[in-house]
């Protein structure tokens, strides 16, 4: 018996200009749940055309998609979806939009467009050729789908190649395609065939030769060593995401295996196998004399494997892969990170929780190294973050069909100001949806007018408490909002309270455990952008006060501007001052460094800098606070010395003698 939908698929394929032929192997889906068995082929003919529309249920969506897969007609029944996603919400309100989106037959067409158009007809024709009950069942399925379309993006957007992985894997494991029962509980075989295809889909290399490891062969590995027990336990409880950054891993499996039987005895636990990376002695040169920075020369130009890299030793590179390779061995997600002249590396101290290890700048100024890939952007502080996204998976998905919908609503009758709105719901659905953020202020930006001061005021409140540990988070989305939230035409006066107040927000979050480095470049970010528009012509020179840095040649500040620039850093940095210790205390003391440093390096800045410093030592000797006044004593006693100013200097020196 022939199924109307094939008939609308040859319509489509008419329409496109090209000949749809399907003689036989049409998948016998039937009616199914949210979770999907594997397709079986059967044999079917073709009824005349018509033109009716795709219905939006899950019966047809599923049946559809998976008979389209199998007869190589995925680019006409990707145009048929459009069609009807179309017809359901173009020209609708947000809220008709947003409730839409949270249907399950809604959340699984949005989940069905987005792959389908991210893969280019062509490479569909290829992929349903090759791997057409794996495509079949992927689309068909509507939790795997979920779980394959937010489980990050994919470097590139080279979503046929994960695609392709995914087939190939399918075809190697029947395991994963299996039916299971919870689809809030996809098996590890799904999961790890997800994660593999992801991040395999641009090709992983092997820091010993540059060769490319086989996904299939790193899939099988892993299942092989869970199976035996050499893995940690928690490795079974990662989602598809977390084991991105597992069999991601630059070394060989030859390498991990031999990381498992040498690692230290008092590291093969899960807290400690990090530290690993210490196993590494660090060496600048070899027993030959030969510099680490020859590369290769170094090893004497053997492969750099996990055993020759320990024989060896070598310096921050070598130690965070080593690190980074030492965790990934035993199934907990690791990953160098770059630091300004070093590197070093990230890791699941804790199920679920992050760590810096061989740190020497902190998380602020992390950020992802070369050959990894993150969804959100390249700051390390991302990978937390999308930790805390991921961690309910159920919030997670209706927050991400939301941005689906509105990013089909893109190019549509939709104007800017209502794909906000379903932005909007999309960060309601799970707060710290970063990229739906993202996408929601760039919509409001968009709408210009339409959206008015207060509404961003509002937005930027929420952010603050969506984003309450991740103080960078927030800064980043003000620094979106902040044009639209400061006058047309802002003064010096308006410029640093709203600085101030922002500081004030970051500190709070300060006081909720952010971490030091964080608060500190939030606020500095936020103080560095008033200070170049308060700085106007000589914008580097402003900056440099804020920056602690020396001015540029031929830049002066006057000296009006420059009091106002003085102002401006210390009014914001004085808002971090709400705790005697911890996270906000130690930013506090980041930004009063700089700060010092910079007033004293430029004659405009200095006298007011060093008055404005001189009331702030006295209250905080009245408060009893003597340890902190003699902190910025010094810190004006090491500016004298830098600037080589023996006057300056001599009157430091006698000041801070005066506090004890």
């Known amino acids: 018996m022939v199924t109307n939908v094939l008939s609308h698929f040859r319509v489509a394929a008419v329409r496109r200009g090209f000949l749809f032929l399907a003689m036989g192997g049409i998948a016998a889906v039937g009616a199914r749940s949210e979770v999907a068995s594997a397709v079986v082929p059967s044999a079917t003919t073709l009824a005349a055309p018509t033109s009716a529309p795709l219905k939006l249920t899950l ?85 795997a789908l979920e779980l394959f379309g937010t489980s990050g993006d994919v470097e590139g957007n080279r979503w046929g190649d994960a695609v392709r992985i995914f087939g190939e894997i399918a075809a190697v494991d029947p395991d994963v395609l299996a039916k299971y029962d919870d689809a809030k509980a996809p098996p590890l075989p799904l999961r790890l065939a997800v994660a593999t295809a992801l991040v395999h889909a641009t090709p992983v290399t092997w820091m010993a030769d540059g060769s490319v490891i086989d996904p299939v062969k790193r899939y099988q590995s892993y299942r092989t060593w869970d199976k035996e027990g050499v893995l940690f336990a928690s490795f079974r409880e990662l989602s598809a995401w977390e084991m991105r950054y597992v069999v991601g891993s630059w070394s060989s499996d030859e390498d991990l295996v031999w990381a498992r039987a040498n690692i230290k005895p008092e590291l093969k636990v899960r807290e400690k196998v990090g530290d690993g990376a210490h196993m590494l002695a660090y060496n600048l040169f070899n027993k030959n004399g030969v510099s680490v920075q020859e590369g290769g020369k170094f090893y004497d130009n053997k492969p750099m494997t996990l055993a020759i890299m320990l024989e060896y030793g070598g310096v921050c590179g070598a130690i965070s892969r080593f690190g980074t390779s030492m965790s990934q061995a035993f199934g907990v997600p690791a990953m160098p990170v770059g630091q300004p002249g070093h590197c070093a590396f990230i890791w699941q101290i804790r199920p679920h929780e992050w760590a810096i290890n061989n740190d020497i700048s902190g998380w602020a100024e992390s950020g992802c190294h070369g050959g990894i890939h993150m969804t959100w952007g390249h700051p390390a502080w991302l990978m937390p973050l999308m930790q805390s996204a991921q ?90 909002a902040e044009p639209f939230i400061l006058p047309a035409k802002p003064t010096e006066k308006a410029r640093t309270e709203y600085a101030r107040d922002v500081a004030a927000t970051v500190a709070a979050m300060a006081k909720s455990g952010a971490d030091a480095t964080l608060v500190d470049v939030a606020v500095r970010d936020v103080v560095v952008r008033q200070a170049e528009a308060i700085g106007d012509d000589t914008r580097r020179s402003a900056r440099a006060i804020v920056l602690g840095e020396d001015p540029p040649g031929g830049e002066k500040l006057n000296a009006p501007r420059a009091a106002d620039v003085v102002d401006l850093a210390l009014g914001a940095a004085n808002a971090l001052d709400v705790a005697p210790d911890g996270s906000a205390h130690a930013a506090w003391q980041r930004q009063l460094g700089r700060i010092v440093s910079g007033f004293v390096r430029q004659p405009a800045s200095r006298e007011y800098g060093l008055k404005r410093v001189e009331v702030m030592i006295a209250a905080l000797m009245k408060a009893k606070r003597e340890g902190d006044a003699r902190w910025i004593a010094d810190r004006v006693v090491e500016a004298a010395k830098a600037v080589q100013d023996a006057d300056l200097e001599r009157q430091a020196i006698q000041f801070r003698a005066s506090l004890g």
């Open 59 to 143: 019966t047809e969506l599923a049946k559809a998609s998976a008979d389209a897969a199998q007869t190589n007609a995925l680019a006409a029944y990707a145009d048929l979806l459009a069609a009807a996603l179309k017809d359901e919400l173009d020209g609708k309100a947000p809220k008709v939009v947003a409730k839409f989106a949270a249907t399950d037959a809604g959340s699984f067409a949005l989940a069905q467009w987005r792959l389908l158009s991210r893969v280019k007809p062509e490479e569909w024709a290829t992929l349903t050729a090759q791997h057409a009950n794996a495509v079949a069942w992927l689309l068909s399925n509507r939790s």
């Open 391 to 480: 961690d309910d998976r159920a919030a997670f998905a209706r927050s991400e069909s939301l941005r689906f919908a509105a990013e089909f609503l893109i190019g549509n009758k939709a104007d800017a100001s209502d794909r906000a709105a379903v932005y909007a719901e999309a960060c309601d659905a799970r707060s710290t949806n970063y990229g739906a953020w993202v996408a929601r202020l760039e919509a409001m930006r968009a709408a210009g007018r339409e959206v008015k001061a207060a509404q961003w005021r509002d937005a930027m409140k929420r952010a603050a408490s969506a984003f309450v540990r991740q103080p960078l988070a927030y800064a980043t989305l003000m620094s979106i």
